[in-house]
């Protein structure tokens, strides 16, 4: 489904700013993967290069056949789960969740509705919908992150660190979640982490 062909990519700041070289990945349609690495050694960078938040200097990346090198990001059928839950704090949970479907058109009414209720049950927060993200807990928003990705039916979903910032016993049982997501959805997913036990 993904793959990434002698990536080359230098990051600005001159010949020690680092970057990366000859980077080659296949990823099986899917297939859940882990990247793991000391901070600043390109994890996060390949994930921006997969969605186009950055360009690589030279290489392909393909997708499902095509390559994407020139796509823009909000073309690619990727979505991306952030370190930080990144949620609009105006916003009820539920208009958190159906975001990107309710402003771009594709999905409305009740077909809206439903698929809102829908990732809602996926990620364990049914009756969480009229919240506002002020009264989650740091779990709760990034389930809601979660559910803000995958209602766009990604072919790919990119996963930076997302657990990071939580407590030890809450980082166990999301993890335990979206494993358990991505296997019932058959979810193809990226995932990145510098913690060897997250990884394993």
Known sequence: MIELKNINFRYTGGTDAGGLENIDLT?????????????????????KLISGLEKQDSGDIIIDGEIVNDVAPN???IAMVFQKSLLFKNM??????????????TLKGV????ATN??????????????KVNQLS??????????RA????????????????????LRIQMRKNVRKICKD????????????QEAV
């Open 27 to 47: 990823i099986p349609n899917g297939q859940v993967i882990l990247l793991c690495g000391q901070s600043g050694c390109g994890k996060t960078t390949i994930l």
């Open 75 to 77: 073309k690619r059928p």
């Open 92 to 105: 009820t949970v539920e208009q958190n969740v159906n975001y990107a479907p309710r402003v771009l058109g």
């Open 111 to 114: 077909d809206l509705d439903n």
């Open 118 to 131: 829908e990732m809602l049950k996926l990620v364990d927060l049914e009756g969480y919908g009229d919240r």
């Open 138 to 147: 740091g779990g709760q928003e990034q389930r809601v992150s979660l559910a």
């Open 150 to 169: 995958l209602i766009t039916k990604p072919k790919v979903l990119l996963l930076d660190e997302p657990f990071s910032a939580l407590d030890a016993e």
């Open 185 to 196: 959805l058959s979810q193809t997913m990226i995932f990145v982490t510098h913690d060897q």
